[in-house]
Structure formats: C-alpha cells, structure tokens
C-alpha cells in the first residue's frame, strides 16, 4: 500500500474514531425520528452490492424497500417489485390520492457502479460518517436520494396524508450501463404503473453548493442525445514494400479524421440553455465570464463571446452538437497495405437536432467518398422537455423558504441520465435532486465517494414540503 494510501486510510479511522468525542457544545443535535429512519433506510441501501456484477443484486435493495413500505402501511397491491431477470427487480410504490389529477412520478436508481475495496480508504460498501460526510458507494449517486424519497413517501403515509393525486415512487435497476435498465423495461411493459402528468428524477439537475455554500437550484430539462457512428475505408491492401499513398485505407480515414477535429458544429441555444447562460450570469465569480454568458444568451452569433465559452468543455458542450473520434482500428498484419480502416465518432446532439442532419454535416467535414458512414445501433432520440412554470414557481419558493433564497436555473445535462427513457415515453421529466453537491468535490462514481450530513438530512424536508407542493393540481 502506498504512503498516500496509509495517510488517507489512518485520517479516517481517526476521524471515526473522534466523531463522538468532542466536547458537549460541539455535539451534533438528536437526530429526529425521521432523519434516523431516513438514515436506516440509507444504511441498508448502501450495504446492499447493486453492482451490475456476480456479486450484485438490485432486487435485494427493492425488497428492502418494498418491505419497509408494507410496514408502514402500503397495500400490497401498491407495492411492486418486478423485472426481467430474478436480480433487476425495480420497485414500484402508489400513495394513493383523491383522483384530483393525474399522478406524478417521482424516480432513482437503486444500481451503483463497481467500487474495489483496495482503491478506496475504507469498505465500500459500509456506510461511514466521518468529518460531517456519509461515505460508500452510492451515497451520492443516488442511494442518498433513494433513501430520502422512500422516507418521505413512508413519512407521509404514516402521518396519514391523502394527496390530490397519486403520487408514484419508482427506484429501479441499470441506470449505470447494465442490460436491464428499468425504467426503460417499465414504460415498455409495465407503462400504467409508471404513467404521470410529469416526472421528477433525483439523478438529474444539480442542487450545487461549493465549500459548503449553496449556490443555486439547478432543474434538467434536457440531456443531449448519444449516438455512435461507425467510419470505415475499404481498399484492396497488397504488399508493404510497394506501398500506394493513394490507396492507402489508414491515410484515408485519417485525413478526414483531422478535418473533423478543426470543425465545430453551428452554435444553437435551445430554450434550456439560453435561460442557464441568462440567469447563470450574475453567479459567476469571474466578471469575464459573466459577461460572455450575457453576451451569448443575447446574440448566440457573437463570436467573440462563443470563442471565450468554448474554452471551458461543459460551455462548450452546452453551445453546440459535439462529434469526437473515440476508437480507431485498422490493418491485419504489420507487412500488409491495410485493407480495412475503422473508427468510432460519439456524437451528443443537441435536443432536437435530427440524426440525418448531423450525418449529412459529418459526411461534408470528413470529405471523402472513401469514407462509409453508418449509425452504430439504434437511435432513439429524447425530446426536450419545456420548462415548467409551476415547478421552477415551487422551487423559487422552497429556495426562499429553506434556503434563504437561491436562483433557479434550467439546466442541460451533456452525459445522460433515466430521464431518456421517461422522455421517450412521453412523460416530460425534470431533474430535481434535492440534495446539495460540491461543485469541486463530485466523487460520483470515484473514490470515497460522500455526501454532507447535514446536506442528507435537509434534502428530507426539503422532498417532504416538496411533493406536497406538486400534488397540488
């Protein structure tokens, strides 16, 4: 074990060793009944391997759940655990409402990614609270908001609360990559267990705070669409020691390889990301900055201003469709003219942007006949979902209420999330996540992975007043 490794592993154990010894004054405040049943339930999940792994079962996790929910007094019937496979079970909850509108669909993955107990400073899978952090995988991404929605839905149901309307609580499997992912395998199997007015995803938008300052309510309405194109030159090969430069497959697909790393696809903002970049504005700390982003939510043709955001990946990836060479493969034998020369260009388009637009744009840039063009598997795009004015109304007013106050800004995530799936299906869906992360400390899918304490337990008012709020028609 390295030097790095020993510090990191003895900081921690001092720090659990310590977090009950300070003085009285310094003694966290009792937990109440709902934060330490919130944290059973966080304990539980996180303790439980959902890895898409040998080792890994989610339907473990939804049977956890599940049972929670029919001690507290769920029906049977408004408890589901069901999947393709006997260990993507995905769990499905009905709070049954007074029929005052359609329902609303509140949603998290239970599946976590792999974490190796040797890369990380302690277990994994235990739940450590250490220095105001609940660390173990999934904590952040999103076991932490699983928790806190199950705890909320259970809250309410005890306290005996009748929505409006019904409320639906989903947490399913293979949001991390697997081959089952459940909120897909629902809307095309199960869809009248799932189906609502709209859909709140806790694995999307960006409650963002740095160093522990909360800066903003960030709420996804969109994610750019992945789509891989296969590139392939063909050519007749022969012998390397009478090589032909202009039949060679490799030079080929390189050159138009090079053309396509100079370009960049037009500037568009959609409804999303031209109010980010407006209301995003006044929180930037660098004044140059600030003044692109007014610059560009104003005329989305100033250069000038498109130059300076395109610097920075996440802005530049918020202003156009992106295609970049990720693979190549060519040749069959060292002393052979290649006969064959591939390579993979993952695009993310924006929402939107139709596929055989951004086909007919590579085919001009790459600029070679000899270049065979073809989508790799089958693309389905999801649709922008329109900004919400009661939801961002709902959220100005928590923001003031819980927080003293924060703006609210629409969001457009470039990677992707469940929130495809539910778009797909036509349930416009928006990334709340309820629970504030570190700009600069997103260990998601990382080492020591963590959320704030104090974060964990504020994100549970804050779901609690929350879906009150919605179930108001």
């Given at each position: 074990?390295?030097?790095?490794?020993?510090?990191?592993?003895?900081?921690?154990?001092?720090?659990?060793?310590?977090?009950?010894?300070?003085?009285?004054?310094?003694?966290?405040?009792?937990?109440t009944?709902?934060?330490?049943?919130?944290?059973?339930?966080?304990?539980?999940?996180?303790?439980i391997?959902?890895?898409?792994?040998?080792?890994?079962?989610?339907?473990?996790?939804?049977?956890?759940?599940?049972?929670?929910?029919?001690?507290?007094?769920?029906?049977?019937?408004?408890?589901?655990v069901?999947?393709?496979?006997?260990?993507?079970?995905?769990?499905v909850?009905r709070?049954?409402?007074?029929?005052?509108?359609?329902?609303?669909?509140?949603?998290?993955?239970?599946?976590?990614v792999?974490?190796?107990?040797?890369?990380?400073?302690?277990?994994?899978?235990?739940?450590n609270?250490?220095?105001?952090?609940?660390?173990?995988?999934?904590?952040?991404?999103?076991?932490?908001?699983a928790?806190?929605?199950?705890?909320?839905?259970?809250?309410?149901?005890?306290?005996?609360?009748?929505?409006?309307?019904?409320?639906?609580?989903?947490?399913?499997?293979?949001?991390?990559?697997?081959?089952?992912?459940?909120?897909?395998?629902?809307?095309?199997?199960?869809?009248?267990?799932?189906?609502?007015?709209?859909?709140?995803?806790?694995?999307?938008?960006?409650f963002?705070?740095?160093?522990?300052?909360?800066?903003?309510?960030?709420?996804?309405?969109?994610?750019?669409?992945?789509?891989?194109f296969?590139?392939?030159?063909?050519?007749?090969?022969?012998?390397?020691?009478?090589?032909?430069?202009?039949?060679?497959?490799?030079?080929?697909?390189?050159?138009?390889?090079?053309?396509?790393?100079?370009?960049?696809?037009?500037v568009h903002?959609?409804?999303?990301?031209?109010?980010?970049?407006?209301?995003?504005?006044?929180?930037?700390?660098d004044?140059?900055?600030?003044?692109?982003?007014?610059?560009?939510?104003?005329?989305?043709?100033?250069?000038?201003?498109?130059?300076?955001?395109?610097?920075?990946?996440?802005?530049?990836?918020?202003?156009?469709?992106?295609?970049?060479?990720?693979?190549?493969?060519?040749?069959h034998?060292?002393?052979?003219?290649?006969?064959?020369?591939?390579?993979?260009?993952?695009?993310?388009m924006?929402?939107?942007?139709?596929?055989?637009?951004?086909?007919?744009?590579?085919?001009?840039?790459?600029?070679?006949?000899?270049?065979?063009?073809?989508?790799?598997?089958n693309?389905?795009?999801?649709?922008?979902?329109?900004?919400?004015?009661?939801?961002?109304?709902?959220?100005?007013?928590?923001?003031?209420?819980?927080?003293?106050?924060?703006?609210?800004?629409?969001?457009?995530?470039?990677?992707?999330?469940?929130?495809?799936?539910?778009?797909?299906?036509?349930?416009?869906?928006?990334?709340?996540?309820?629970?504030?992360?570190?700009?600069?400390?997103?260990?998601?899918?990382?080492?020591?992975?963590?959320?704030?304490?104090?974060?964990?337990?504020?994100?549970?008012?804050?779901?609690?007043?929350?879906?009150?709020?919605?179930?108001?028609?």
């Open positions: 074990m390295s030097f790095r490794k020993i510090a990191a592993t003895f900081l921690l154990a001092l720090a659990l060793m310590n977090a009950g010894k300070g003085k009285a004054q310094d003694a966290p405040s009792p937990l009944p709902n934060q330490q049943f919130a944290r059973d339930i966080l304990k539980e999940l996180i303790e391997n959902t890895t898409d792994t040998p080792a890994g079962n989610v339907t473990a996790a939804a049977e956890a759940v599940a049972a929670r929910m029919r001690a507290a007094g769920f029906p049977t019937e408004d408890v589901k069901l999947g393709p496979v006997p260990t993507k079970g995905n769990l909850v709070l049954r409402g007074k029929n005052g509108g359609k329902p609303l669909l509140f949603l998290a993955h239970l599946d976590v792999q974490a190796l107990r040797e890369d990380w400073s302690m277990d994994p899978f235990k739940l609270e250490a220095g105001g952090y609940f660390y173990g995988r999934g904590t952040l991404d999103i076991k932490g908001a928790a806190g929605l199950a705890a909320t839905f259970i809250r309410l149901k005890k306290e005996g609360w009748t929505p409006p309307r019904d409320l639906i609580l989903a947490l399913t499997a293979d949001e991390e990559g697997g081959q089952y992912n459940g909120v897909q395998w629902l809307a095309e199997n199960h869809r009248d267990l799932i189906d609502a007015e709209y859909c709140i995803n806790t694995d999307a938008g960006n963002e705070s740095m160093d522990g300052k909360r800066l903003l309510l960030g709420i996804q309405t969109s994610e750019k669409n992945y789509v891989d296969h590139l392939e030159v063909k050519s007749s090969g022969g012998h390397s020691s009478r090589p032909v430069k202009a039949e060679n497959a490799i030079y080929h697909l390189a050159a138009g390889i090079n053309r396509l790393a100079d370009f960049d696809f037009p903002l959609t409804e999303t990301t031209h109010d980010f970049f407006e209301r995003a504005a006044p929180l930037q700390t004044p140059e900055t600030a003044k692109n982003f007014r610059a560009v939510a104003h005329d989305p043709h100033d250069r000038e201003a498109v130059a300076f955001l395109s610097r920075t990946p996440y802005f530049n990836a918020l202003l156009h469709t992106t295609c970049v060479a990720t693979r190549l493969e060519a040749g034998a060292n002393n052979a003219l290649p006969q064959t020369a591939r390579a993979n260009v993952n695009c993310r924006l929402p939107g942007e139709p596929l055989q637009q951004v086909q007919d744009q590579l085919k001009r840039v790459l600029a070679d006949d000899r270049i065979a063009i073809t989508v790799d598997g693309f389905v795009p999801a649709p922008a979902s329109p900004i919400n004015p009661i939801i961002v109304r709902k959220l100005e007013e928590l923001g003031g209420k819980l927080y003293g106050g924060l703006p609210v800004v629409p969001v457009m995530d470039a990677g992707a999330s469940d929130s495809k799936y539910t778009r797909i299906a036509g349930i416009p869906t928006y990334g709340v996540p309820g629970i504030f992360a570190d700009e600069g400390d997103d260990r998601a899918h990382g080492r020591d992975e963590r959320i704030r304490v104090k974060d964990f337990y504020d994100g549970l008012e804050f779901y609690y007043q929350f879906m009150q709020s919605l179930a108001r028609p």
